[in-house]
């Protein structure tokens, strides 16, 4: 199938064509039409399915259909709700992108960690598609600096990690300043029980579109464990990244801590590395993640927080150094790699902490990972399971119990700043209290 059969204007099959996409990917040739038909949607497709291009070609062509073009007012038409700084960042240079000949329509993206008032400038401007992280469109709302009255269309992006990360009460406020009549459109790459409960409070008939199996991880990834002892870890990770000649690699750890002490340590081993996380500054994030597209840097040690939303075409390794507490986050994890139809490999180093940690997943996934050990890194069948716990060997993560609410009290007026956007993430009770449960279990289990 070839765009031009999905009914999307010339303007449009120009800039997909400028960015080298020859025909839609399953996401798009299912959400396209849906879409500019006005129908509500529920997509299931994790990243790395063109699911962006998905919605955004629809929007831009129902938008530059409407006469009059962008309008004079701060009222925004298409809101486009995301979890993260990165993400809205990515969302919205895709707007740019894709519509970049089409006339008169302007985007913007709002996010915590970087200043309030030239947001306010911009906004004031006039804004068509809007790309927001909750908490700061919050900001907004509650200092009026924002009109979403005229909003059309309202698209809730990874709504499943606005869940994991406690967005939803500030989503549910947010419902309320946009008009009732409007196309809702949901992406999930998982679909729980509470996204449906979401999904059913304000969707209309939503059409349900999804391009992998639930909770599976995507075919084209070669995925490995390699299990290694805790404390060789860091050597590990060197030795495959040098032997393999691996030029660019993410690696998740659970901690900020554990992820700047990571960096720091492959750095000295000789590897160009950084560490991307809540805790680094804008510039600093978007610096990284720059040099890291480059090729400037090989490695991008990063926290699942900070990571969620990097579009990295192509990325051909991921490492998990330390396996999730939840196991959704793995289907994240390693999503970021064999991106929109190319191959990649995803290798988990697990120790002996963590194989309650690999039996979620792989019950999740379901299928057993292959296990590799690599010549030289055997396990130490004498070291014994001890329980993960945060804070622990240096992290500085605070998990706060389910049942706490969010520092920063949602939807109460707050100050402008970072905020939200990177609260800690809830733990996962099951997963947390069965790695102490492990306690005691010998390497052999793996
Ligand atoms: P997404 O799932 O939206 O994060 O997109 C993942 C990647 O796929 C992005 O790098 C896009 O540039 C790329 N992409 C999107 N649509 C297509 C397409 N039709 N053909 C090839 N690549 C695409």
């Given at each position: 199938?070839?765009?031009?059969?999905?009914?999307?204007?010339?303007?449009?099959?120009?800039?997909?064509?400028?960015?080298?996409?020859?025909?839609?990917t399953?996401?798009?040739?299912?959400?396209?039409?849906?879409?500019?038909?006005?129908r509500?949607?529920?997509?299931?497709?994790?990243?790395?399915?063109?699911?962006t291009?998905?919605?955004?070609?629809?929007?831009?062509?129902?938008?530059?259909?409407?006469?009059?073009?962008?309008?004079?007012?701060?009222?925004?038409r298409?809101?486009?709700?995301?979890?993260?700084?990165?993400?809205?960042?990515?969302?919205?240079?895709?707007?740019?992108?894709?519509?970049?000949?089409?006339?008169?329509?302007?985007?913007?993206?709002?996010?915590g960690?970087?200043?309030?008032?030239?947001?306010?400038?911009?906004?004031?401007?006039?804004i068509?598609?809007?790309?927001?992280?909750?908490?700061?469109?919050?900001?907004?709302?509650?200092?009026?600096?924002?009109?979403?009255?005229?909003?059309?269309?309202?698209?809730?992006?990874?709504?499943?990690?606005?869940?994991?990360?406690?967005?939803?009460?500030?989503?549910?406020?947010?419902?309320?300043?946009?008009?009732?009549?409007?196309?809702?459109l949901?992406?999930?790459?998982?679909?729980?029980?509470?996204?449906k409960k979401?999904?059913?409070?304000?969707?209309?008939?939503?059409?349900?579109?999804?391009?992998a199996?639930?909770?599976?991880?995507?075919?084209?990834?070669?995925?490995?464990?390699?299990?290694?002892?805790?404390?060789?870890?860091?050597?590990?990770?060197?030795?495959?990244?040098?032997?393999?000649?691996?030029?660019?690699?993410?690696?998740?750890?659970?901690?900020?801590?554990?992820?700047?002490?990571?960096?720091?340590?492959?750095v000295?081993?000789?590897?160009?590395?950084?560490?991307?996380?809540?805790?680094?500054?804008?510039?600093?994030?978007?610096?990284?993640?720059a040099?890291?597209k480059?090729?400037?840097?090989?490695?991008?040690?990063?926290?699942?927080?900070?990571?969620?939303?990097?579009?990295?075409?192509?990325?051909?390794h991921?490492?998990?150094?330390?396996?999730?507490?939840?196991?959704?986050?793995?289907?994240?994890?390693?999503?970021?790699?064999?991106?929109?139809?190319?191959?990649?490999?995803?290798?988990?180093?697990?120790?002996?902490?963590?194989?309650?940690l690999?039996?979620?997943?792989?019950?999740?996934?379901?299928?057993?990972i292959?296990?590799?050990?690599?010549?030289?890194?055997?396990?130490?069948?004498?070291?014994?399971?001890?329980?993960?716990?945060?804070?622990?060997?240096?992290?500085?993560?605070?998990r706060?119990?389910?049942?706490?609410?969010?520092?920063?009290?949602?939807?109460?007026?707050?100050?402008?700043?970072?905020?939200?956007?990177h609260?800690?993430?809830?733990?996962?009770?099951?997963?947390?209290?069965?790695?102490?449960r492990?306690?005691?279990?010998?390497?052999?289990?793996?």
């Amino acid at each position: 199938m070839s765009f031009s059969a999905l009914g999307l204007r010339a303007e449009l099959l120009l800039a997909v064509g400028e960015q080298g996409y020859t025909e839609p990917t399953p996401i798009q040739a299912q959400a396209i039409p849906a879409v500019l038909a006005g129908r509500d949607l529920m997509g299931g497709a994790q990243t790395g399915t063109g699911k962006t291009a998905g919605f955004v070609l629809p929007i831009l062509q129902k938008l530059a259909e409407q006469t009059g073009g962008t309008n004079n007012r701060t009222s925004v038409r298409a809101l486009i709700l995301v979890p993260t700084r990165e993400l809205a960042a990515q969302v919205q240079a895709s707007v740019f992108t894709y519509g970049k000949h089409l006339p008169k329509l302007r985007s913007l993206s709002v996010y915590g960690g970087v200043g309030f008032h030239p947001q306010v400038q911009a906004l004031k401007r006039g804004i068509d598609i809007l790309v927001a992280t909750p908490g700061r469109l919050l900001d907004h709302l509650s200092q009026r600096t924002v009109d979403l009255s005229k909003v059309q269309v309202l698209v809730l992006d990874e709504a499943d990690r606005m869940l994991d990360m406690g967005f939803i009460p500030d989503i549910r406020k947010i419902l309320a300043y946009v008009p009732k009549q409007r196309q809702n459109l949901l992406f999930s790459a998982t679909f729980s029980d509470e996204i449906k409960k979401l999904a059913d409070g304000f969707m209309h008939d939503p059409l349900l579109i999804e391009v992998a199996r639930r909770n599976a991880t995507a075919e084209l990834i070669a995925q490995r464990v390699c299990p290694v002892d805790r404390e060789k870890k860091k050597d590990l990770l060197a030795h495959l990244i040098t032997t393999g000649d691996w030029k660019q690699v993410l690696v998740f750890t659970r901690t900020k801590h554990g992820a700047n002490n990571l960096a720091e340590k492959l750095v000295k081993s000789g590897i160009r590395a950084d560490a991307i996380h809540g805790n680094k500054s804008q510039p600093a994030r978007t610096r990284a993640l720059a040099e890291f597209k480059a090729g400037k840097i090989k490695v991008l040690v990063a926290t699942d927080i900070a990571a969620r939303g990097l579009d990295i075409d192509e990325l051909p390794h991921v490492v998990n150094f330390e396996l999730p507490h939840v196991a959704n986050d793995y289907v994240h994890r390693i999503g970021r790699t064999g991106r929109a139809g190319s191959s990649g490999e995803a290798v988990s180093l697990v120790c002996v902490d963590e194989l309650g940690l690999l039996r979620d997943i792989e019950r999740l996934i379901k299928r057993e990972i292959k296990k590799e050990i690599v010549p030289g890194f055997e396990v130490d069948p004498r070291i014994r399971a001890e329980p993960i716990v945060q804070g622990k060997r240096g992290s500085q993560q605070q998990r706060r119990p389910s049942s706490a609410p969010r520092k920063a009290g949602a939807g109460a007026p707050h100050k402008a700043g970072n905020r939200g956007q990177h609260a800690p993430r809830q733990p996962a009770g099951r997963a947390g209290s069965r790695s102490s449960r492990d306690s005691g279990r010998r390497t052999s289990a793996y």
